[in-house]
């Protein structure tokens, strides 16, 4: 065990604040990283302030699981890994690694629970009762979690990918985006705007849509072929039967309908925002009519996230931040809540 440098919320109302937090030393498999870059999710806003009743805070809680780093040591059973190399932590530590889902590389999804997130899972080291994310000098993981960087992309973009990237790109793998397909990204930030370079690339025709006119023309920028602002019902209307695949990336309850008519026979609308309170239940004859479908995607598999950040080094995508020194998460918190980034806040973990 090893003690390190960590930004933690204590409690749900104080701010995060400087402290240390205790390591499990790298095992025979385990990679250890020096995080220099780390981005700043809605997810961990909501667990520092436990806002997600079916997943309450252990504090201390340290957040962040948009993780980039250098590899500092590597066990002598690890393989992929050497230290100075870029490597990079998304949502996950662990999971059982036995099961269907997780022999499928499908860890997200483990069959026995067995999912380790990377901060506040209970702590499997015993050493700490919950696991600690990327708000912190340094971190160890087993290396089947530990995810390869291109030194092509830049690593403080790069950071986003570990969640919001692969959350949205998830989906539109697996629901089938691409050319001749009509798919659209509902709502423009961290998440969405990942879906609306992910969607463009992949070939599909993108519809951004956004309760906000300001954000028309930076959806176009990103790559969206229309700009749908989701409030005006006549726009709306315009569009209704021709999407095969609507990724709502909303994480505030709202009114799912007005998105579901949109849908074609047999379109599915996937919701990957995680709000604090659910959803009004959409009409069931929404549903039943066109045979439409209503689902749900979380984050994706190793394997997926490697592939999507070979793509993205390929394809020179990334995220678009404004990386902070880390005492400022705080007030990046409370912009968050008022939309006020384009679209990522990253931690410089130097600066803790
Ligand atoms: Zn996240
Ligand atoms: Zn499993």
């Keep these: 065990m090893f003690t390190t440098r960590a930004f933690a919320a204590t409690d749900p109302t104080s701010p995060l604040a400087a402290t240390s937090i205790p390591r499990r030393d790298a095992g025979p498999d385990d990679v250890e990283l020096e995080i220099l870059f780390c981005g700043v999710c809605h997810s961990d806003l909501h667990t520092a302030r436990n806002e997600w009743a ?7 809680c340290v957040p962040g699981h948009e993780i980039v780093g250098r590899v500092v040591k590597a066990g002598p059973k690890v393989t992929n890994f050497k230290p100075g190399d870029l490597a990079a932590v998304g949502c996950m530590v662990g999971s059982c690694r036995t099961c269907p889902s997780c022999k499928e590389g499908l860890e997200q999804y483990c069959d026995t629970n067995g999912t380790v997130f990377t901060y506040n899972s209970p702590g499997p080291d015993a050493i700490a009762p919950a696991t600690y994310g990327g708000y ?22 790069t950071a986003p990918l570990l969640c919001a990237g692969i959350t949205v790109y998830s989906p539109l793998k697996h629901w089938g985006a691409g050319r001749g ?7 423009l930030g961290g998440l969405g705007h990942m879906g609306v370079k992910f969607a463009h690339a992949f070939g599909a025709h993108t519809v951004l849509f956004t309760t906000s006119t300001s954000k028309i023309e930076d959806g176009r920028r990103l790559g969206a072929d229309e700009v749908v ?9 315009k569009h209704a039967r021709s999407f095969d695949l609507i990724v709502n990336t909303v994480a505030a309850s709202h009114n799912l309908d007005p998105f579901i008519g949109l849908l074609k026979r047999d379109g599915a609308m996937v919701l990957v925002g995680a709000p604090e309170h659910p959803h ?37 995508i990334v995220s678009d931040i404004e990386l902070i020194p880390v005492p400022k998460v705080n007030e990046a918190y409370e912009r968050m809540l008022k939309g006020d980034v384009k679209y990522r806040f990253v931690l410089d973990m130097k600066t803790l």
């Design 136 to 157: 912190s000098d340094r971190i160890v993981v087993n290396e089947h979690f530990v995810l390869r960087v291109s030194p092509k992309l830049d690593p403080a973009a």
């Design 229 to 237: 602002v989701s409030r005006n019902a006549d726009e709306m209307t």
């Design 280 to 316: 009004p239940s959409p009409t069931v004859f929404g549903l039943l009519l066109a045979r439409r479908s209503l689902s749900g995607s979380g984050i994706g598999g190793i394997a997926e996230t490697q592939e999507m950040l070979d793509y993205c080094a390929e394809r020179n």
């Design 181 to 187: 397909k009509k798919v659209g990204i509902v709502g």
């Design 54 to 60: 079916a997943w309450p805070t252990i504090y201390p």
